[in-house]
């Protein structure tokens, strides 16, 4: 007798926001090769494609479809996308996120504070409303947002991304108790240091870098590849009881 296989996504609907590099496309990936139909998408139409193509390339099923989630006609062009093609969504990754400026508090700019909510926050926040409302009409689904363990503990002269990513863990939590009658699951994956365009300043500034790996007991920055397997358990029945949760994936960092 073959026992079922928890992470199996055959004929699953997936959203991946992000997912043209870094952690979102290594996610994008598995989730593909776990069955699931995955929707890559991401600002630039073109830099999804090259997502969909490698997935197609291993034989699986994906289409490119661009969203700046900082813009809001585009998150509703988005889900009239998806409804439209497949009438349906069993899994949201919200892993698209902003962080342009790197410096002291005190001297955040109104306009960078704005971008950093507009994406960071406003972006997750309806891409998860759109997306529970679609996973409901079908009995439920799977919501994992990409935070940071920026947002348990400040990364230091990153103060208004790492407040944006303490909002997103308390709107994880929000959604997931709102939406549990609903059969939608919402949690929390909390990246430590990782290898990614997105953190190279940190990752390739020695001084900066050295510093930081201090306070990791595993004393090494974390591949994109080794967060998927995470999120592939939060999106699929493995977890099936699991919803508010909060998943460090960090070297442990936040057990120091």
């Given amino acids: 007798m073959t026992a079922p296989n928890p992470f199996d996504l055959t004929g699953k609907v997936a959203i991946v926001t992000g997912a043209s590099r870094g952690i979102g496309e290594e996610i994008a990936k598995l989730l593909a090769a776990q069955g699931a139909h995955v929707v890559v998408s991401s600002r630039k139409q073109a830099d999804c494609q090259s997502v969909v193509d490698a997935i197609t390339a291993e034989g699986g099923s994906a289409e490119a479809m661009a969203c700046h989630i900082g813009e809001m006609e585009q998150i509703t062009s988005l889900y009239e996308q998806v409804t439209s093609r497949h009438s349906r969504l069993d899994i949201l990754v919200n892993n698209a996120a902003t962080n342009p400026f790197f410096g002291n508090i005190l001297d955040t700019e109104p306009s960078v504070?704005?971008?950093?909510?507009?994406?960071?926050?406003?972006?997750?926040?309806?891409?998860?409303?759109?997306?529970?409302?679609?996973?409901?009409?079908?009995?439920?689904?799977?919501?994992?947002?990409?935070?940071?363990?920026?947002?348990?503990?400040?990364?230091?002269?990153?103060?208004?991304?790492?407040?944006?990513?303490?909002?997103?863990?308390?709107?994880?939590?929000?959604?997931?108790?709102?939406?549990?009658?609903?059969?939608?699951?919402?949690?929390?994956?909390?990246?430590?240091?990782?290898?990614?365009?997105?953190?190279?300043?940190?990752?390739?500034?020695?001084?900066?870098?050295?510093?930081?790996?201090?306070?990791?007991?595993?004393?090494?920055?974390?591949?994109?590849?080794?967060?998927?397997?995470?999120?592939?358990?939060?999106?699929?029945?493995?977890?099936?009881?699991?919803?508010?949760?909060?998943?460090?994936?960090?070297?442990?960092?936040?057990?120091?």
């Fill in 113 to 256: 504070f704005q971008k950093t909510i507009d994406v960071n926050i406003r972006g997750y926040f309806y891409m998860s409303t759109h997306g529970a409302r679609l996973m409901a009409k079908n009995g439920g689904g799977s919501i994992v947002n990409v935070a940071s363990v920026n947002g348990v503990v400040p990364g230091f002269q990153q103060a208004i991304y790492s407040i944006t990513k303490a909002a997103v863990i308390s709107m994880t939590k929000a959604f997931a108790v709102e939406c549990a009658e609903q059969g939608v699951r919402c949690n929390a994956l909390l990246p430590g240091l990782t290898d990614t365009k997105f953190a190279s300043v940190l990752v390739n500034t020695p001084a900066i870098l050295k510093q930081a790996l201090a306070h990791v007991p595993m004393r090494r920055v974390a591949q994109p590849s080794e967060m998927a397997g995470a999120a592939l358990y939060l999106a699929s029945d493995a977890a099936s009881y699991t919803t508010g949760a909060v998943l460090n994936v960090d070297g442990g960092y936040l057990s120091v």
